[in-house]
């Protein structure tokens, strides 16, 4: 009896934690939120290691230790399934939720599609792509050229990263669809300052939650996840750079 709530509780904690990590949260808020659901259901001999690409967690007990592994091979930015999973975090705390109760909602959380639909995702972006032309003193000439140029490279973005596993690529080839599709538009009068198109274009491919979680990690004293973050954004900022440059290289 005790083993198997043991066992649930364990589960809990890597459900949580493999939530967290999947959708954009930081490695010490993973590893705080995994100890605390487990001291509240008075487990206090636990341990957990959070890396980007996986969590180990372990219960100590008087006679033998429980470990288990969990591999994390995809991750996302989903911001809103961070929120919800620290609800029920809170609420475990707090005595509301049993072990059942609490593995259900984060099922139910984990299983949940992404908080925006894709028509949503892509104003964001084509918006977001738009303002940046004005807020790095663009004209308004160019805030129609670079609204439809982030769309179409925020799409070409989610289409190649559905069938292709490798992120790099995906943003490389969506970064010379930003580049030949600002090319064409200042070749047909469609615009006046080609570098402003293009970089405010780039923006929402900019991975600006990575860069942040990895200097919160560094601070926090993770070091192995804040360096594998910061490379994975150096690795995205080539791909941007290397899509653009192989643009004006050729045309």
């Known amino acids: 009896m005790v083993k198997q709530f043991q066992y649930d509780v364990m589960k809990i904690c890597l459900l949580a934690g493999k939530i967290l990590l999947k959708n954009g949260a930081e490695t010490y808020r993973v590893e705080d939120t995994m100890l605390r659901i487990a001291a509240a259901f008075g487990i206090t001999k636990c341990d957990s290691f959070v890396i980007p690409t996986g969590i180990i967690f372990s219960i100590e007990t008087e006679k033998d230790d429980h470990t288990k592994l969990v591999r994390v091979s995809h991750r996302t930015t989903d911001l809103l399934k961070v929120t919800q999973v620290n609800r029920v975090s809170r609420e475990i705390t707090e005595g509301k939720l049993s072990t059942n109760a609490a593995y259900e909602l984060l ?125 994975e954004a150096f690795l995205t900022a080539l791909a941007i750079g290397g899509g653009i440059a192989i643009v004006f290289t050729i045309l």
Request: hydrophobic share 60%.
């Open 107 to 231: 099922q139910e959380i984990e299983a949940a599609p992404i908080g925006f639909s894709l028509k949503m995702q892509l104003l964001a972006a084509s918006l977001a792509s738009a303002c940046f032309v004005i807020m790095f003193n663009g004209s308004w000439i160019d805030f129609l050229p670079a609204l439809l140029t982030g769309g179409l490279g925020f799409l070409s973005f989610l289409a190649i990263n559905s069938l292709v596993s490798i992120k790099f690529v995906s943003e490389f080839l969506s970064a010379v669809v930003i580049g030949l599709v600002s090319f064409f538009f200042i070749q047909l009068g469609f615009g006046y300052e080609i570098d402003k198109i293009i970089i405010g274009s780039v923006m929402p491919l900019v991975p600006g939650l990575l860069i942040t979680n990895a200097v919160r990690d560094l601070m926090a004293g993770h070091l192995v996840s804040s360096l594998s973050k910061g490379a």
